[in-house]
Structures are given as structure tokens and as C-alpha cells.
């Protein structure tokens, strides 16, 4: 029996309002007990790893993640996606179905499960599309997508703008409990803007993708979850007015969600105009900052810092952290968006929307919720592990006995500096290189097997 035994470590479970030094034991890819009978219980050989003064917490979940498999492999790979998870402190990522081919009928669900399942180290949760070929045209086969094993179903990346059709793919997804997820952007509103819509786009002379693009169809969701009784889960929210819309239509009980990505509550705008403006404008607020010398530099029009939905103002920034505290928004995840150094090397307007995000999504996190003391470190926790597992209906996220043993221990105080070319993805097109994190995943271990930790790569070098 392969056991192992976690000693000495602050153990969080949100799922069981749990929150004490602990030991945790694991057996067999299971979880066998927490506390003095998992110590108790450890037979003599057991492989101890002493976590004292490091936090244990249940495996995290990102819901949102490009790995780029299958057709667009010089972004990213299954098994190089998984391994920045791994990097990052992800147990869990539910992969985007905007591949080439699309995700769209049942053999490429096979496919991509049976490629996860080999080179993955990590679990792997597939999702479909709504519409063949995410044309936005007729609906995918939603039915055998689900019995293929989908978690949800989406678009991402493109927005399905007939409303009838959506309403007929939330009735469908209902009928198999299946949990719809959107990427909000009204084509015609939004047309070819590649920027927030406001003073930086009309400065830097860049099209504006204005935030009732995105508000219009969080408002169209929250209208058709109501009128047809299924989940809707707004990806990726950027604007303050999106939040205000579905905290208003939660508290009148409807089904409807959002989730947040660290660069939407972390940077703004003003970002694009370079470090130096950034930082003057609305880096204040940025955790662990305050030295001008720690602050990192970057030259205006950086396409790393373009993305769909775009960087908003410092209001939106704002709004959607409150969001996230006041739990309209349950989900924190990454949009993790890889792309090749000679796509981004270009001119702003014709580079590609995305950045790449799952090793600094846990320290942004931290660093602008928990170090800033908005949230405790439980809370923040439960936005990466129950907040997604409870939405996606996922059998993780918890370190209750018996469940499987994902977990990553996280030291919350690390101080350590982010470097692109360190990264496992595959691509490198992150806006946070040279940024001073605080706050790292350490260990990441999924069904009881030690997948990364910063002690083997540190020995392995
Ligand atoms: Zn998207």
C-alpha cells in the first residue's frame, strides 16, 4: 500500500470549515484521516514530508484553461499545460473545447481524456462546445457530449449571439444538468476593439471594446437562466457593471455565476500606456509595491497585456475584487491563454487575445486578497477548491476522508520573482515577468503521488 504522511502543517478545508495543524494521512490515492488518528493510523514505513509551517489545502481547481490540444500544439501540449498546473499549484484544470478541431462530438472528448490520462500531471476535465464548430450556428450534439464525459459545455473564445439558440442550448443542457459557461461579448457592440473603451484607447489610438459589450450578454444570460431554469456561468468578468447584474440577480435566487481572473483584479488599462503610467496611475493599489524600484517595467503597447475581455479601469478592478469578497463571484481561475512569441510579436491590433496565467494566478491571488487582508486565506482557498468543484459538480476540491488525495501545500509569505522563462507552458506571453509574487504552491500532489515540488526541481537543476 503506498502511503504517505504530511506532518506538522496548518491544514485549510474550506469544504469542512476546517482550519488547524494537523497531520494528513494519505493511502492508496485516497485520503485516510486528518489529526492524531491519521498519525495514529500511519503504519511505521510511511513516507513522511514534514509541511511545518506551510499550509495544506485541497488541491486546487482552474476552470478555465487553454491546452491548446488538439491541432495548436506549438502553444501548448496536454503534457505542458498540466505541468505549469502542476507548477502552479493546480490538481485539477478543465480544458477549453475552442481547439482545432473544436470539442465538439463525442470521439474528440474520448480523444483528449485518453491523451489527459497519459500525459497529464494532473486530472484533466474536458469541456464541449454549444454550437458545431463554435460557429454559433446550430447546436453541437449536447446529449453525447455528456455521455462522453463533459463537465460543461461553452464557447469560449466566441459567444453564441442569437438568443434563441442559446435559449435552446440552456434547455438541453437542463434537461442533461449540465452547467452552461459563456464568454460575454456582443459581436456588434464590441466589433474590432482590442481595448477597454475609454480615455487610454482614445490616447493610444486603439480600438475600444466597451464594457456594455460584455454587460449586454451577462444581462441576456441571467434573462434566459431565469427563463429556462439552467446554470449559467459567466467566464472571465471584466466590468464593474457585470458584477453589479449578477450580484442583483443571485439575491433573487437566479441560477446564475461568475468567476474572476487575477489580471482583471490586479491590472487596469492604463497598462497598456507601459510600467511607468500604470504604476503612476493605478499601481497604488497593487500589493507589495510601494519601493519604485521593485516595480516591474514594460514599454507601451505590450501585447501581453491584451486580452479578451480586456483590462479595465481601476473601478472595474475594484469591483471585481468586491465581487470576489462579498462571494458574487465564487470562482477564481486563470484563462490560462498560451501563445507563441512570433504571434504576440506584433502590433497590438493584430496579436492574439490571451496571456498565459496558471503559475502566478495562486500569489496574484493572494497578494491582492489575503496580504491585503480583504479575504482570510480560507476564503480565498474556497474560491479555487469548493467554488468551481460545487459548480462543475466535481467529486474534489475537499480533504474529507475518503475523497482523493489532491493536494498542494502553499506557503503563503514566499517571496520569489516570476520569471517567463522558468515557466513549464510551452509559451511565454505573460504579462507578470520580473514581478516580485508573494504567496507559492510548493508541493502539489494528485491521488497521493508527489506530481511537482519545488524541492525536487530545486535538486533536479
Ligand atoms: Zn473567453
Redesign the pocket.
Known amino acids: 500500500m503506498a502511503s504517505l504522511l504530511l506532518t506538522g502543517g496548518r491544514v485549510i478545508d474550506p469544504a469542512q470549515k476546517l482550519d488547524r495543524t494537523a497531520d494528513v494521512l494519505v493511502v492508496d490515492e485516497k485520503i485516510a484521516g486528518i489529526g492524531t488518528d491519521a498519525t495514529a493510523k500511519a503504519a511505521p514505513d510511511v513516507e513522511r514530508i514534514d509541511v511545518t509551517g506551510l499550509v495544506v489545502s485541497p488541491g486546487l481547481i482552474d476552470l478555465?484553461v487553454h491546452l491548446r490540444e488538439p491541432g495548436q500544439s506549438a502553444k501548448e501540449t496536454i503534457a505542458t499545460g498540466t505541468a505549469a498546473a502542476a507548477r502552479g499549484g493546480f490538481t485539477s484544470v478543465v480544458c477549453?473545447p475552442n481547439t482545432s478541431p473544436a470539442i465538439e462530438n463525442a470521439g474528440t472528448v474520448a480523444l483528449i481524456r485518453e491523451k489527459a490520462a497519459r500525459e497529464g500531471k494532473v486530472n484533466v476535465f474536458v469541456t464541449g462546445a454549444i454550437t458545431r464548430n463554435i460557429a454559433g450556428e446550430e447546436l453541437a450534439p449536447i446529449g453525447s457530449l455528456k455521455q462522453a464525459g463533459v463537465v460543461a459545455i461553452t464557447d469560449?473564445?466566441h459567444c453564441v449571439q442569437n438568443n434563441e439558440l442559446m435559449r435552446r442550448a440552456l434547455e438541453y443542457a437542463r434537461m442533461f444538468d449540465l452547467t452552461v459557461m459563456d464568454?460575454c461579448q456582443d459581436y456588434a457592440l464590441v466589433s474590432d476593439g482590442v481595448m477597454h473603451e475609454g480615455y487610454w484607447s482614445t490616447t493610444l489610438g486603439l480600438g475600444g471594446w466597451p464594457s456594455a459589450g460584455e454587460e449586454m450578454i451577462v444581462a441576456r444570460n441571467i434573462l434566459l437562466a431565469e427563463t429556462t431554469g439552467a446554470q449559467v456561468h459567466c467566464?472571465?468578468l471584466s466590468a464593474a457593471g457585470s458584477v453589479e447584474l449578477i450580484r442583483a440577480a443571485r439575491k433573487r435566487g437566479v441560477p446564475i455565476s461568475g468567476e474572476a481572473c487575477p489580471h482583471h483584479f490586479t491590472l487596469t488599462d492604463s497598462a497598456i500606456a507601459g510600467g511607468d503610467i500604470f504604476w503612476r496611475a493605478d499601481g497604488k493599489g497593487v500589493f507589495g509595491f510601494n519601493d519604485m524600484e521593485q516595480r516591474p517595467a514594460w514599454p507601451n503597447y505590450d501585447t501581453n497585456f491584451k486580452m479578451?475581455p480586456p483590462l479595465r479601469s481601476a473601478r472595474d478592478r475594484d469591483a471585481i475584487l468586491e465581487g470576489i469578497v462579498d462571494g458574487t463571484i465564487e470562482v477564481i481561475c486563470s484563462?490560462h491563454a498560451p501563445h507563441c512569441d512570433y504571434e504576440k510579436e506584433v502590433e497590438f491590433d493584430y496579436a492574439p487575445f490571451g496571456i498565459t496565467g496558471l503559475e502566478t494566478e495562486l500569489p496574484l491571488s493572494l497578494m491582492q486578497l489575503y496580504h491585503t487582508r480583504k479575504m482570510s486565506l480560507p476564503e480565498v482557498l474556497a474560491r479555487f477548491t469548493t467554488g468551481p468543484a460545487s459548480l462543475l459538480k466535481l467529486a474534489k476540491g475537499t480533504l474529507k476522508a475518503g475523497a482523493d488525495a489532491d493536494i498542494t501545500v502553499i506557503d503563503p509569505n514566499r517571496e520569489w520573482v516570476f520569471q517567463r522563462g522558468e515557466s513549464a507552458s510551452k509559451s511565454k506571453n505573460s504579462p507578470f515577468h520580473g514581478w516580485t509574487m508573494k504567496g507559492k504552491a510548493v508541493i502539489t500532489i494528485v491521488a497521493g503521488q508527489v506530481v511537482w515540488s519545488e524541492q525536487n526541481e530545486l535538486t533536479a537543476v
Request: glycine share 12%; charged share 20%; aromatic share 0%.
Open positions: 478555465h477549453m469560449d473564445g464568454h467566464q472571465h479578451n484563462d
